[in-house]
């Protein structure tokens, strides 16, 4: 078994310190009915929770890679449907997220409509079965194409195992730049109407409005991780043919950069810059040592 080297401990330590961040923050979410009678609270607590799967399933795969660890080809493909679906999730999350700072801002009469709690469930429907369905396309074409000895396999778990034909990666790339792109223009198009909702508004109205068009532009770069994230197999895959230290230095980068960054965004937008939860944060933190007002109406 291979020694643990410093780069696989750095990424122990950042998983560890953004699940424990993760664990504080659905606490505090569960300890509130406010937050999660609310939708946009809930659509946070989602993230988190899809955060905290992505987190926990790319460490297993990566330390399964490191170690050369086999597992059986039904326990990857476990793995791989979870990971892929809540790698959509968490995007497709932030776009409702955004539909949902758009009507607060330019619809704040239709608001309590449209974003009950009871909206807020059928959208969490909504998000996973729009998510669900790269996995299922991806899974479906590997069952077509798989031979029965393969299920009886040990492998390495990674994507690639799944990808039996060159049509079958292309596929994948089209339905992700498919998705992304539809997002991306939702994400603009909230903007351009809350940037115009800004420039209307005045006093208090016109800072709240631009408190949610940084929140906006927030996930834009959230979702534009998450871009970049698809695009790494492709680079990485150059990489490789060049030089395999180079590989592994850019894969390893890339997984900083584009897995664990993104995960600890949606933290910061709600967990630090949202007033009340921010406040809630810190009177569970510190086990009701920090008191304010909020609590006690």
């Not at 410093?6 to 990424?11: A, D, N, S, Y």
């Not at 937050?35 to 989602?46: E, K, N, Q, S």
């Not at 660890?69 to 791989?80: E, G, M, S």
């Not at 508004?201 to 929140?215: F, I, P, Q, V, Y």
Request: glycine share 2%.
């Amino acid at each position: 078994m291979r020694k643990i080297n410093g780069r696989v401990i750095l990424v122990q330590v950042l998983v560890s310190l953004f699940l424990f961040i993760n664990f504080i923050l659905i606490t505090t979410f569960f300890m509130k009915d406010f937050f999660y009678t609310t939708m946009r609270y809930i659509l946070f607590a989602i993230t988190l929770l899809s955060d905290c799967v992505i987190l926990t399933m790319s460490n297993i795969m990566l330390l399964s890679n490191y170690f050369t660890i086999p597992l059986h080809l039904w326990v990857c493909l476990i793995i791989f449907a979870v990971s892929s679906l809540y790698t959509f999730v968490t995007p497709v999350t932030l776009t409702a997220m955004t539909l949902e700072r758009y009507v607060a801002i330019c619809m704040p009469l239709r608001h309590a409509e449209l974003c009950s709690t009871c909206s807020a469930q059928h959208s969490i429907l909504i998000i996973h079965s729009l998510s669900s369905v790269p996995c299922i396309v991806i899974l479906s074409s590997f069952f077509a194409f798989a031979s029965l000895s393969v299920y009886k396999q040990y492998k390495i778990c990674s994507l690639e195992i799944f990808i039996l034909r060159s049509w079958q990666r292309d596929l994948r790339s089209a339905i992700s730049l498919v998705y992304f792109l539809i997002m991306f223009i939702i994400i603009v198009f909230s903007y351009v109407k809350i940037m115009k909702v800004a420039k209307a508004a005045s006093g208090e109205n016109k800072k709240s409005t631009l408190k949610g068009l940084r929140t906006v532009v927030l996930h834009a770069f959230q979702l534009l991780l998450c871009l970049i994230q698809l695009c790494c197999p492709f680079v990485e895959a150059a990489v490789l043919k060049i030089d395999f230290m180079l590989f592994i230095n850019v894969r390893y980068f890339n997984y900083i950069m584009f897995n664990l960054v993104p995960r600890c965004l949606s933290p910061l937008i709600y967990g630090l810059r949202d007033e009340k939860f921010c406040l809630a944060l810190k009177y569970y933190a510190l086990c009701g040592l920090y008191k304010n007002k909020y609590f006690f109406s």
